[in-house]
């Protein structure tokens, strides 16, 4: 069966530190993964996806990016985080564009 | 964007009682998708009803889909603490090739 991964579950950074956020899919090739941020009692913003290796698409201009080094690993990094960055994130695969996506666990980030 | 809004954004019940939530959306889509999501956790999947589908059931889940006022609605019977979540309703519009989230409703059960 198919299970998603990722870490840290909880992450304090200062404002202006990196961040590397990682999520990687078992039992399942070529999904389509992405990345999406929850602020607190709101819906999910869609930040980026990608249907293969090396192929990103972002939604929203920010100060994150998201890369895939291999099939079954999704990578959102920052070079200096803003206040603004704190939220939920999640990672999600699905099979196809339309079909059901499953979801990891989240990270939580609080940038202070 | 278009985004599904849920209604109510909050809904307190009684165990036992029947829990129901609409989803309203603005353009054409392929399928409809609901989710729930435990506080602090991720989404996990409920049902997917397609375009040409009226309705659907999946054990205490019974969705409708009424593509003539854009509209859907979740209906949770015979209701349980552990039904205690955020319910988000997913659009797949046409034309756009993504899951577009709702801001979700937020559901308790008292027991």
């Known amino acids: 069966s198919q299970t998603i991964h990722q870490w840290p579950a909880t992450l304090v950074q200062p404002v202006g530190s990196p961040l590397s956020l990682e999520c990687t899919v078992e039992?399942?090739?070529?999904?389509?993964l992405y990345w999406y941020r929850q602020a607190a009692g709101r819906g999910l913003q869609l930040l980026f996806y990608s249907v293969g290796i090396g192929q990103i698409s972002s939604e929203v201009p920010q100060n994150l990016s998201a890369s895939r080094p291999q099939d079954r690993q999704f990578i959102l990094s920052s070079k200096k985080l803003l206040l603004s960055d704190s939220g939920f994130y999640l990672c999600?695969?699905?099979?196809?564009?339309?079909?059901?996506?499953?979801f990891g666990p989240g990270t939580r980030l609080l940038v202070l | 964007s278009q985004q599904g809004e849920e209604d109510p954004q909050a809904l307190s019940i009684q165990e036992g009682e029947n829990a129901t939530m609409n989803c309203s959306y603005k353009t054409s889509i392929n399928n409809l998708q609901w989710y729930r999501q435990n506080s602090g956790r991720g989404l996990v999947h409920l049902i997917l009803?397609?375009?040409?589908?009226r309705e659907k059931h999946s054990g205490r889940l019974r969705v409708t889909l009424d593509t003539s006022k854009k509209s859907s609605s979740l209906l949770i019977t015979a209701s349980r603490a552990a039904d205690t979540a955020s319910y988000f309703c997913?659009?797949?519009?046409?034309?756009?090739?993504?899951?577009?989230f709702g801001t979700g409703t937020r559901l308790t059960i008292i027991p």
């Open positions: 997913a659009t797949d519009e046409v034309g756009n090739e993504k899951l577009t």
């Open positions: 039992g399942t090739s070529n999904p389509n």
């Open positions: 999600a695969w699905s099979e196809g564009r339309r079909e059901t996506q499953y």
């Open positions: 009803i397609r375009s040409n589908e």
